[in-house]
């Protein structure tokens, strides 16, 4: 059984820095394209960040190109994602998600493994 669990959440001033992590268990993950998704209050969760089986290939949503950093290590089963430069829109719960894929590439939709979400604050 797939289990994704997130942490590194928390309440950050603008301008910090935070690391989520998320444990992956239940499944052979250099199968999986992994990605980072984000909902905010009363919006649409959206993905911020994706990324291949082996790690070469990553996408970005364009608000988090050039601050947010993806990345995995499938020995340890964890996919990382880095955040720096916080904005107070970046206020959101964040889920890792996983997706059985046939080719090393990044997947950008069709996720149905989720985690149960850690909570970023950003605060102006």
């Known amino acids: 059984q797939v289990q994704l669990v997130e942490s590194g959440g928390g309440l950050v001033q603008a301008g910090g820095s935070l690391r989520l992590s998320c444990a992956a268990s239940?499944?052979?993950?250099?199968?999986?394209?992994m990605g980072w998704f984000r909902q905010a209050p009363g919006k649409e969760r959206e993905l911020v960040a994706a990324?291949?089986?082996?790690?070469?290939?990553?996408y970005y949503t364009d608000s988090a190109k050039g601050r947010f950093t993806i990345s995995r290590d499938n020995a340890k089963n964890m996919v990382d994602l880095q955040m720096n430069s916080l904005k107070s829109e970046d206020t959101a719960l964040y889920y890792c998600?996983?997706?059985?894929?046939?080719?090393?590439?990044?997947?950008?939709?069709?996720?149905?493994?989720w985690g149960q979400g850690t909570q970023v604050t950003v605060s102006s």
């Open positions: 239940g499944f052979t993950m250099p199968m999986y394209a």
């Open positions: 998600a996983a997706r059985l894929s046939p080719f090393d590439t990044v997947v950008t939709s069709g996720y149905n493994n």
């Open positions: 990324i291949s089986w082996s790690g070469g290939k990553t």
